[in-house]
């Protein structure tokens, strides 16, 4: 049977294995709607005909690949609308809600962060720079099922250990489930990446965002209630995740071979240290927020997050110029020749993590305070060393990061698993100790000492392998 839709699709070429046709608009003579109208009714045309046909990979792909300015663009984009989601909807539930329930909701957006470092177990730089697809697509998504019934496995342990009860664990179910959809849209956008469309990607994510954070404030606009507002957060993404990211990710990449259960043990080998390194960095983050539940009032989360997310700009900002060219990092580096441009690569994102440092310091510094107050209603004059702090370690923190992407391309990740461990411990001891003595300057004090430890050993560690060869 023929599906009168298929005429959407009519097109000749080839692009990275699978057929190309440019996105263009419908047939002449038809009403002209407004752009996104036009562009979700093409959309859907476009999901409907590929499940009529039976199978979304045979599909014609529409969009093109080697798009460096779209990449930039739209990754900015995505990652832009990732990196903010966190602050604005702490911003949404304390405006909405008051500083209690927003801290709870920031402590259960912490724990999810956390969590979602178990679903996506390190894969997403391994999986992109496989440039020559020594693992299947396949063995990919089923390797990311599996990690992330681990993760659901540890969610309720969590859960079941600490307690939760209520309001609390309403909300932690919502935060936790927003994390697993997002875990499971990354390895498609991980694929759109791997295949040169990482504008695609970004596409993917700042939609998922975008969607998901206005489900949230409607929500609480209605009900006033945090716990209601995260399960919408987590029904928009999934929303999101079934009828874009994974079908996107399909139709414009080629058919992947099939599952091999070798491939899924070689995927959960090889990325076992990138996992436990980048676990241990978001335990590193988070342990001063730990040593704060229980001991402190739920308010300081917020107080907590409010002049840590300036930090996490930075490092989202950082990533934003170089995550777009890890494909490209991973072939020169192939190229023994081109390594001494690899080296001047890596020095000049750690000059631009610098330059971003010193100009938020000084933003913050004649800004930053009075924008805090009008976004949260707390006067954070108090607070104005901490804040400086944070922003040091957010430096140091964007550098740690990139190092750690660059050791990961180079396959020698297992280098920093064993620093991560040792920071790991010094946090701990530090946060339970200075939470106690000096409760909140505490908790940002071992997580400025914690980076700073990081960072040291980082530099160190790259420093070595680029010199032994």
Known sequence: MTNPLDRTFRGKGTRGGKRFV?????????????????LANDWWDRLISSVWSGSLADQTARYAAHRTRSDYLFNSLGLGLWGVLFPLLTVIATQLAGAEAAGRFSMAFVIANLLQFVGTYGVRTYQVSDVDEAESFGSYQLQRAASCLLMVGV??????????????????????????????????????????????????????????????????????????????????AGVSLLLVSLPLALLETPRSRGVRLVELREIFVECAPAFAAQFLFVLIESVPKFAMEGALAYENQLFFNAIYFPAQGIAMTVGLVYKPQLVRLSNIWSEPNHRGRFDLIVIAVAGVAAALTAGTLLFNAAFGVPLLKILYGTDFEPMRNQLYLMVLAGGMSAVVDFLYQIITVLRRQELVTRSYALTFALSVVLSVALVATLGFNGAVWAYFASMATLFGMLVVQYVLLRVRG
């Open 22 to 38: 440019a996105g263009g608009p419908r047939a002449a003579g038809t009403a002209k709607a407004p752009f996104l109208a036009r």
């Open 155 to 236: 969610a309720w342990l969590w859960c079941l250990v600490k307690g939760y009860s209520g309001e609390m664990l309403s909300i932690c179910v919502g935060t936790f489930a927003f994390r697993l959809v997002d875990s499971l849209a990354d390895v498609y956008e991980g694929r759109l990446q791997q295949c040169d469309k990482l504008w695609l990607a970004g596409v993917s994510q700042a939609l998922r965002c975008g969607v998901s954070m206005l489900a949230f404030t409607v929500a609480l606009l209605v009900t006033h209630d945090v716990a209601v507002a995260s399960l919408a957060l987590a029904g928009a």
